[in-house]
């Protein structure tokens, strides 16, 4: 199986190339942040407690994300491999989904992280924010919170996958096509 974590920091276009590489490389796409939102849609326990962070720009906390990771993973029997797509966002959780991997005898291939500075990033989610309704993209404090987090809790994940050997990053900036033929030729290299 390919297992293969799409990383970078919020905005950087995970959910939108994952739309394309997913036909691509026939992978199943798992985004704990769509997920949480369809939750949150449906009002259920899972989505109330998740709005209650996703608002503030606050990260879900690790043992909720990771039992709802592991119940979608185990929805998916038989499949080619899966496009983790906003899913490790913390060290516990990226040691949670190794141990998973594990038990299934199945390992992350690798991970692609998508750069791009913080202020061109932060302009995009204002403008996503305009017609998304999505309450953590409308606020600029919010958003800036979400990088904050992003830095404390996320960004040592690459020092975690580059001692595993695991990490590629690829420019996020440029057209949605540019960006995907970027990570087209990265993906293509080891599937
Ligand atoms: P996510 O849903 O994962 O979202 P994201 O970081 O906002 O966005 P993404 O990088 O996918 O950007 P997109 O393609 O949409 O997370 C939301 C929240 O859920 C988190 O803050 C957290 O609270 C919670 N959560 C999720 N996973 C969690 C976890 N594992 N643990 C704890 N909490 C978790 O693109 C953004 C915008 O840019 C779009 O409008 C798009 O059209 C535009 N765009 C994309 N590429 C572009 C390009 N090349 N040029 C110009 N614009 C572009």
Redesign the pocket.
């Known amino acids: 199986m390919i297992n293969i974590v799409l990383f970078?920091?919020?905005?950087?276009?995970?959910?939108?190339?994952a739309e394309f590489l997913k036909n691509k490389f026939n992978l199943v796409h798992l985004?704990?942040?769509?997920i949480?939102?369809y939750n949150i849609k449906n009002d259920t326990e899972l989505g109330r407690l998740?709005k209650t962070?996703?608002d503030k720009?606050?990260?879900?906390p690790?043992e909720v994300?990771i039992k709802m990771l592991q119940k979608e993973v185990d929805k998916n029997q038989q499949v080619a491999g899966f496009l983790f797509?906003?899913?490790?966002?913390?060290i516990v959780?990226a040691e949670a989904l190794d141990t998973f991997l594990s038990t299934k005898k199945e390992e992350i291939t690798a991970t692609v992280a998508?750069e791009a500075n913080d202020e061109i990033l932060i302009q995009?989610?204002l403008?996503?924010g305009k017609t998304?309704g999505r309450p953590?993209?409308q606020d600029e404090e919010k958003i800036r919170n979400?990088y904050e987090?992003y830095n404390e809790k996320t960004a040592p994940l690459m020092n975690y996958y580059k001692k595993q050997g695991k990490f590629h990053s690829v420019d996020?900036?440029?057209?949605?096509q540019?960006?995907a033929d970027r990570l087209n030729n990265v993906f293509e290299a080891f599937i």
């Open positions: 970078g920091k919020p905005g950087a276009g995970k959910g939108t190339q985004s704990t942040g769509d949480f939102r998740a962070f996703m720009g606050d990260l879900v690790d994300t797509d906003g899913f490790p966002r913390t959780q998508l995009r989610l403008e996503r998304s953590d993209d979400r987090e996020g900036i440029g057209s949605i540019e960006v």
